[in-house]
């Protein structure tokens, strides 16, 4: 795998490479790779077939060897541990099945896109005048977002008349701890 360490989204390649170590010629090879889930195959190698979250790579007969590659592009769908697992097989009798197959790992961190708005229910006030604030944020994904904290600093011109009792006020500034945000 090009990358141990991905986003949500990012492109990954996980390369192949199959080699016949002998003594004869190998007939019939075909490789299957199984994708973890939440990773997309985008687009499939030539010689090759997918069927559900399996490519299929049929290499017909190997010369002793003789290496071959291929590389699956793939795009990162949700975060986690993926470890794509391939296995090989022949119909010519293997000599060492245990190495046969191979996997490696990569591991996706979450992300998110968080949108914060305020509005206020009057543009044209007078001092003394009461206004109130709102603040929406929404998680626009694709991951939840964890330990989301908004911080709004307040010019000293205004004065906090109430709060919601989650949000607490320090200074100039109103924290509030959403926390776990879908």
């Not at 360490?5 to 490789?31: L, R, Y």
């Not at 290499?59 to 795009?75: R, W």
């Not at 790992?105 to 949108?115: E, N, R, S």
């Not at 626009?140 to 904290?149: C, N, R, W, Y």
């Amino acid at each position: 795998v090009n990358a141990s360490k991905v986003n949500i989204s990012d492109v990954v390649e996980w390369t192949i490479t199959v080699v016949n170590k002998g003594p004869s010629t190998a007939e019939n090879v075909i490789v299957k790779d199984t994708l973890p889930s939440g990773v997309k195959l985008l687009e499939v190698p030539e010689g090759c077939t997918q069927s559900g979250n399996t490519v299929i790579w049929n290499i017909g007969t190997l010369e002793i060897n003789a290496p071959v590659s291929i590389t699956l592009l793939t795009q990162i769908i949700t975060d986690g541990e993926k470890t794509n697992i391939v296995v090989v097989n022949s119909t010519t009798p293997d000599s060492n099945e245990s190495n046969n197959h191979a996997n490696n790992t990569t591991v996706a961190k979450p992300i998110c896109d968080l949108v914060i708005t305020k509005t206020v229910n009057a543009t044209n006030v007078n001092i003394t005048d009461y206004v109130e604030w709102s603040i929406t944020v929404v998680n626009k994904g694709p991951s939840t977002a964890e330990d989301v904290v908004v911080n709004d600093t307040l010019p000293d011109a205004l004065k906090v008349i109430s709060l919601p009792e989650y949000v607490k006020h320090e200074g100039n500034t109103l924290i509030w701890k959403i926390g776990t945000l879908a």
